[in-house]
């Protein structure tokens, strides 16, 4: 079993920045993949971005040039810089963290952000 704890969400002016931060109580220097989803009221959960053991990193094109995601393997965590932010960044944003390729993805509980216009 791997928890995982966000931090960091809230509520912010358009054009403000946030940094997201996730917590595993395992180690995450080597695992599979790991990133962030957001979930927008009467959407579907989507991906915003993750990272894979080998460094490689992924971004939906609406945050593209705005976020960053990095990882710092002395902490145990997986951050998110969000910059620029819109108002159409406003959702729940999750956490994940697929250990093995094979194996279950394991999921936060989720951390508010707000961007009011």
């Known amino acids: 079993q791997v928890q995982l704890v966000e931090s960091g969400g809230g509520l912010v002016e358009v054009g403000g920045s946030l940094r997201l931060s996730c917590l595993a109580s395992r180690s995450v220097f080597n695992g599979y993949v790991m990133g962030w989803y957001r979930q927008a009221p009467g959407e579907q959960r989507k991906l915003v971005a993750n990272?894979?053991?080998?460094?490689?990193?992924n971004y939906a094109d609406s945050v593209t040039g705005r976020f960053t995601i990095s990882r710092d393997n002395a902490r145990n965590t997986v951050d998110l810089q969000m910059n620029n932010l819109k108002p159409e960044d406003t959702a729940v944003y999750y956490c994940f963290y697929r250990v093995y390729q094979w194996s279950a993805d394991y999921w936060g509980q989720g951390t508010q952000v707000t961007v009011s216009s």
């Open positions: 990272l894979t053991t080998d460094g490689a990193t």
